[in-house]
């Protein structure tokens, strides 16, 4: 009879290593659950960002300035922005601003007369039919609507018009009416006695050249023009005031053209702007933005302040109505995944290529890009940057590219090194 501990059957055996390797399987999930528990991610997802840069934009533009006396007060012919042919009158000068008012009242009444002998027209009456009048009404509100959306203020007073005579002559074919020959007596009447009233202007201020006007001056009509652009320095346009000039024989200005710049002073240091990029312009007194193209960049040895010179073609109202103003260079709306600046990591990829023979060709490239939970693996997915914030970076998508950091993949913020691990 043997002795000692008996022997293990081949089943016992078997289930013992069985339960030896569950264990170490067991134990390596537990470590790397907890790694990864240690290693908190974020989700890939798509948000969208502005480039944009506020500064304290000057207008550059070739500007005239246009005197008179000084005697006596200004009644102006041309609105600001107004365009302006050679010869063109710009302002009267009166004695006082009783003449003004009668020289605008005498305007108006003309204006409302010239309406009336419009609407009374017989050959207007004659052709006049009450359904071709309603939809030429309808049509016209419609354009009275758009004009008003559009700003296009030039239009409005046209329309207005064009709506009053239709429906007084509307009024009068279907006998609401009879006539309006008593209004126009009375307004002949009226113009009568305020000519009797009216004096000869004592100087008439015209154009000396096709141009737009403007009625101010400010006294860099001269230093900020388009010419002297590459003598304007960092501390002029910071001196630059917003004042208009209070000098008693200014009437205005003459503008050459439509073509002017807007000058200011930015941190470029990030080279976030370059000659040549097309960027629209916003500012603080009008709600449109202007298509523009930068046209020159250069700082006085500090690149944290450097001028940025920016060409738009775009005139209105708004545009002349400051020398300076708060602006806003707009370079872009960017979209793409976004990715915490911190969880940017450098890895060298294997890539395997043909040559001209049609022979695999390895090469090895240091790409950046993060590293990605999948599953339990730790992969790493390259990045192709457009957009870089403060604390964060926006990645184009590469759906044809698996080598890319996909939408839902889940980035690894710590835990990883530039080898992965």
């Known amino acids: 009879m043997r002795s000692g501990k008996p022997e293990s059957s081949p089943v016992v055996k078997l289930l013992r290593n069985f ?6 399987v067991m134990f390596g999930s537990i470590v790397l659950n907890f790694r990864t528990e240690e290693s908190p991610t974020e989700t890939a997802l798509m948000d969208e960002a502005v480039l944009s840069t506020k500064l304290k934009g000057v207008f550059i533009r070739n500007e005239e300035p246009v005197t008179y006396s000084g005697n006596g ?6 609105n600001d922005s107004g365009k302006v042919g050679m010869g063109t009158v710009i302002a009267q000068v009166y004695p006082d601003d009783t ?7 005498i305007e108006r009444l003309q204006r409302k007369l010239d309406i009336l002998k419009k609407i009374q027209n017989p050959g ?7 359904g071709s009048l309603s939809e030429s009404i309808e049509e016209n509100y419609r354009s009275l609507v758009y004009a008003r959306d559009m700003k296009d203020y030039a239009s409005l007073e046209d329309i207005v018009e064009n709506i009053l005579i239709q429906m007084s002559t509307y009024q009068i074919i279907t006998d609401e009416v009879e006539n309006f020959d008593g209004q126009v007596s009375d307004i002949n009447i009226k113009l009568d006695e305020l000519k009797k009233e009216s004096v000869k202007p004592a100087e008439t201020i015209t154009s000396s050249k096709p141009a737009y006007f403007v009625s101010y001056c400010d006294g860099y009509e001269d230093i900020f023009s388009i010419d002297k652009l590459p003598s304007v320095t960092i501390s002029m ?6 004042e208009k000039s209070k000098e008693k024989n200014i009437v205005g200005k003459l503008i050459d053209g439509y073509h002017w710049y807007l000058a200011g002073v930015i941190d ?3 080279h976030s702007y370059n000659v040549g990029d097309n960027v629209k312009l916003r500012f603080e007194s009008s709600a449109d933005t202007f298509d523009a193209q930068i046209t020159e960049i250069r700082d006085e040895g500090d690149t944290a302040e450097s001028i940025i010179i920016a060409e738009c073609s775009q005139f209105n109202y708004d545009l002349v109505q400051h020398r300076t103003e708060n602006a806003e260079i707009i370079k872009g709306v960017y979209s793409g995944l976004k990715i915490p600046r911190e969880a940017i990591r450098f890895a060298d990829v294997v890539e395997v290529q043909e040559d001209e023979d049609g022979n695999e060709v390895s090469s090895v490239t240091n790409y950046k890009g993060v590293y990605i939970s999948k599953g339990e693996q730790v992969v790493f997915k390259k990045i192709d940057v457009i957009y870089e914030g403060g604390n964060y970076v926006l ?5 044809d590219d698996a080598s890319y950091l996909a939408l839902y993949d889940d980035i690894m913020i710590e835990g990883v090194d530039s080898n992965g691990e």
């Open 19 to 24: 339960v030896l390797v569950l264990t170490v």
């Open 73 to 78: 007060v200004l009644s102006y012919n041309v």
């Open 99 to 105: 003449q003004i008012a009668i020289n605008s009242e």
């Open 124 to 130: 207007t009456l004659e052709s006049a039919q009450p």
């Open 237 to 242: 346009l910071n001196d630059a005031v917003d």
């Open 268 to 270: 470029n240091s990030h």
């Open 395 to 399: 990645s184009a998508v590469h759906d």
